[in-house]
Antibody, heavy 119, light 107 residues
Framework: VQLVESGGGLVQPGGSLRLSCVVS????????VNWVRQAPGKGLEWVAY????????YYADSVKGRFTISRDNAKNSLYLQTNSLRVEDTAVYYC?????????????WGQGTLVTVSS | DIQMTQSPSSLSASVGDRVTITCRAS??????LNWYQKKPGTAPKVLIY???SLQTGVPSRFSGSGSGTDFTLTISNLQPEDYATYYC?????????FGPGTKVEIK
């Protein structure tokens, strides 16, 4: 199982970036997936979730209305469109697979992509 | 929204020590509680899921307990590779909140 993020970089406040996560080693269309971020020196923050069929989507309040999660099961890919970026969105962004074992857990993670929002 | 707290925020311990970290939810989450280990520059790793189930491949010195609102992660016989930050996470609410973390440092 592998998840590989890309698309991070330096962007000015108010700008946009599209993050991608390409997965392999499992049937992507069978699993929900998430974006989780960690700002420098801070803890983990769950950002967004999308179900296997894209029918169910949730966002953290901190990004609702600015970020959009999507997926393309044919391309084994997860995306996060980030708009109206703020300095406080600076973080390493991870994609993580959800699995329901009764309760849900995040069992596989990518290595992350760094987003820096600065003027 | 369900809020998660952890205590302590950091601790110092020696190799071989027994370490206990506490996590509290703002409302009952039954057993919808996971524990993750995070080291700098690496991806988080799930240790315990459903409050007390050990993830495959995780050493048996890690254990979890609790239900409702109060949970603990215990590391018995602390090893050098266990120095890291530990996070609890609730997955009852679809906003999958993490706790603020507990940093385990070398004494």
């Amino acid at each position: 199982v592998q998840l590989v993020e890309s698309g991070g970089g330096l962007v000015q406040p108010g700008g946009s970036l599209r993050l991608s996560c390409v997965v392999s080693g499992f049937t992507f269309s069978d699993f929900g997936v998430n974006w989780v971020r960690q700002a420098p020196g801070k803890g983990l923050e769950w950002v967004a979730y999308i179900s296997s069929s894209s029918r169910t989507i949730y966002y953290a309040d901190s990004v609702k209305g600015r970020f959009t999660i999507s997926r393309d099961n044919a391309k084994n890919s997860l995306y996060l469109q980030t708009n109206s970026l703020r300095v406080e969105d600076t973080a390493v962004y991870y994609c993580a697979r959800s699995i329901k074992v009764g309760p849900t857990m995040f069992d596989y993670w990518g290595q992350g992509t760094l987003v820096t929002v600065s003027s | 929204d369900i809020q998660m707290t952890q205590s302590p925020s950091s601790l110092s311990a020696s190799v071989g020590d027994r370490v206990t970290i506490t996590c509290r939810a703002s409302q009952s989450i039954t057993n919808y509680l996971n524990w993750y280990q995070k080291k700098p520059g690496t991806a988080p790793k799930v240790l315990i899921y459903a409050a007390s189930s050990l993830q495959t491949g995780v050493p048996s010195r890690f254990s979890g307990s609790g239900s409702g609102t109060d949970f603990t992660l215990t590391i018995s016989n602390l090893q050098p590779e266990d120095y890291a930050t530990y996070y609890c996470q609730q997955t009852l609410s679809p906003l999958f909140t993490f706790g603020p973390g507990t940093k385990v440092e070398i004494k």
